[in-house]
């Protein structure tokens, strides 16, 4: 599937702002289910714009821009054509062995209830920890509740789960957590996912979550959507939560109160028969 | 368009540029056998050159020793060798007649006005430095060829398989140095990092025309492992195999693009550039640089027949 993505984040500040800072994890790699055929960055201001590799081998953007301004704009736009790899992740950049991916985040700590859901999930499954992963998926597709509302960005695993409501950033901690309860390494993904239903606007990016699996590898499972990753899903980066692989985080300097709108558009970009 | 048409595109432009790519082994061995012994040391450059070119089989079934005169003239001049200079311009141009609507008239007069002019050459009279003339004319008709094709071609399908045969000829090429001098072997006395060490990689560097880039980019002396990172995984040096395939890739979705359709080739470019793009160079020395390079060879070729496949049959 050829995917076309458009995704722009204006912010507005109510008195000028000084300067901006911001790390930008919004650019795909390729790796065996997806090839980034053309993707830029555009920021409004005049900025100084550099480009390096993470720790995790995400690409990332780092961007100062001296003010003053009242208003600032972050285009990313981009084609990535994806094919469906049944959810395994192969060829993609791995500077760290799994076991990295067991450590455990203050947003991803485990409680006792998910501790609780994670050996229910071992127990109805059997032993064999794909079958673990994919009844955990199924659970928590099931039992928790797609919610814009009650959470925010700093949600943790535990709270959204103590709810029972959450977005799909929250879905994937609570995967997370207890994947790695169970000593599986697991990692939050942040990307973006085309929706079949036709709708092309879009509020937000996409997370899910990958667990390794010691005879496949990497495996996607995307527990907002109760599904491993398809086609529809375009992989951007990967870190031990969402502060790991967040798309924007920065500081500015000065700008009073700050209003932010984000726009984004994930669509086909033309209809391909594959021969 | 026909995939006759697509064919003999692709195979001009991949013909064209195996006869540089061996006018610049042959000028690259000279070079190296004209250094004193005790620098070039007691290995046979001429062997290896014609083991890079690929045609050791077909060389030592008609010759029993490669020196300078047998080499030069089966890899040059020889009619029966079918990768053979002379065979390329000839099956080149004769490509390219078939589909002389095809090609733009300065792609047609570059490749006619080659073949013509490589029947004046008397290759049994040449001395050395006529021979070093030839190997340089040798190029310059590619760069006019290529020059034409990229200054007069309307960028559409024909555009893109006229490019698709030369990256694909050349990230086969590069790929045959690395790994016909990875055999090479130092004398158990020579550190790395001595004399013949040193000529031996400048002139794998030199045969691609990268000993400048390799000083612009590494800023230090000829090392084989950045010899290796230069040739592989730098997207800015244009005989790399990590830029050849960046522009197999953009090629061929262009094709893609413009057909509606995509299949294996496409898949399987990509996948190979995928590969180059998230490898580093001491993990591919880690798991072994002859197999790397051997594997990519065996994509290449791969890829090759799938193109062939899907487009060209």
Excluded at chain 1, 5 to 11: E, L
Excluded at chain 2, 80 to 102: L, Q
Excluded at chain 2, 147 to 152: F, L
Aim: proline share 4%; aromatic share 10%; charged share 20%.
């Amino acid at each position: 599937m050829r995917i076309r993505i458009r995704h722009d984040t204006t912010y507005h500040y109510d008195v000028p702002v000084g300067g901006v800072i911001q790390m930008l994890r919004l650019t795909p790699r390729n790796h065996d289910g997806q090839f980034v055929v053309d993707w830029r960055i555009d920021v409004s201001e005049d900025c100084r714009l550099d480009a390096q590799e993470d720790a995790f081998g995400n690409i990332a953007h780092v961007f100062t821009a001296d003010g003053p301004f009242v208003a600032l704009t972050v285009l990313v736009e981009g084609e990535v054509e994806t094919q469906d790899t049944g959810g395994l992740i192969r060829g993609a950049v791995e500077r760290f062995p799994p076991s990295l991916y067991l450590r455990e985040t203050a947003l991803t700590a485990p409680d006792a209830a998910i501790a609780g859901f994670a050996a229910d999930a071992r127990a109805a499954a059997g032993a064999d920890p794909l079958a673990t992963l994919h009844e955990m998926l199924a659970r928590l597709h099931r039992d928790v509740v797609f919610d814009t509302d009650p959470t925010h960005a700093a949600t943790t695993a535990a709270e959204a789960f103590a709810l029972g409501r959450g977005v799909c950033q929250d879905l994937t901690h609570i995967f997370v957590a207890a994947a790695r309860a169970l000593g599986i390494p697991a990692r939050y993904v942040g990307g973006y996912f085309h929706r079949s239903d036709g709708v092309v606007a879009q509020d937000a990016g996409h997370a899910w979550a990958e667990a390794h699996v010691p005879a496949l590898g990497w495996v996607a499972f995307d527990p907002a959507n109760g599904i491993c990753a398809t086609e529809a899903h375009v992989r951007v980066a990967v870190g031990l939560d969402y502060l790991g692989a967040a798309p924007v985080r920065g500081a500015r300097d000065g700008g009073g109160a700050e209003s932010l709108a984000v726009r984004l558009l994930v669509d086909q970009a033309a209809r391909q028969v594959q021969s | 368009m026909l995939a006759r048409t697509a064919d003999n595109l692709y195979w001009v432009s991949r013909y064209v540029e195996r006869a540089e790519y061996l006018a610049r082994i042959l000028e690259a061995t000279q070079r190296l056998s004209a250094l004193p012994i005790a620098y070039g040391g007691t290995t046979n450059e001429w062997d290896s050159a014609v083991a890079t070119a690929g045609c050791a089989g077909a060389f030592f079934a008609a010759h029993k020793e490669a020196n300078e005169e047998s080499v030069t003239e089966f890899l040059a001049f020889s009619p029966d060798n079918p990768s053979s200079i002379r065979s390329c311009f000839e099956v080149a141009r004769s490509n390219a007649r078939a589909m002389r609507t095809a090609l733009t008239i300065e792609m047609w007069e570059a490749i006619n006005e080659t073949w013509l002019e490589l029947r004046r050459f008397q290759p049994s009279s040449m001395s050395r430095e006529e021979i070093a003339r030839f190997l340089r004319w040798v190029q310059e008709c590619s760069l006019r060829f290529d020059g034409s094709a990229y200054r007069t071609m309307l960028r559409n399908d024909a555009y893109w398989f006229s490019r698709l045969g030369v990256y694909l000829e050349r990230a086969d090429n590069t790929a045959r140095i690395l790994d016909v001098k990875y055999h090479m072997l130092l004398p158990a006395h020579e550190h790395v990092g001595g004399p013949l060490d040193y000529f031996q990689w400048a002139a794998i560097l030199r045969s691609v025309s990268a000993l400048t880039a390799y000083h612009w980019v590494y800023r230090e002396s000829v090392k084989p492992w950045l010899v290796a990172d230069l040739l592989i995984l730098n997207d800015q040096m244009p005989r790399s195999l990590a830029s050849c395939y960046e522009n197999i890739v953009r090629n061929l979705d262009s094709i893609a693009r413009a057909y509606g359709r995509q299949g294996p080739a496409q898949r399987q470019a990509r996948a190979v550039r995928t590969r180059l793009q998230n490898s580093r160079m001491d993990g591919i020395f880690q798991s072994g640089l002859h197999e790397f390079i051997g594997g990519f060879i065996a994509d290449n070729n791969r890829l090759g027949a799938a193109i062939a496949e899907q487009y060209l049959v």
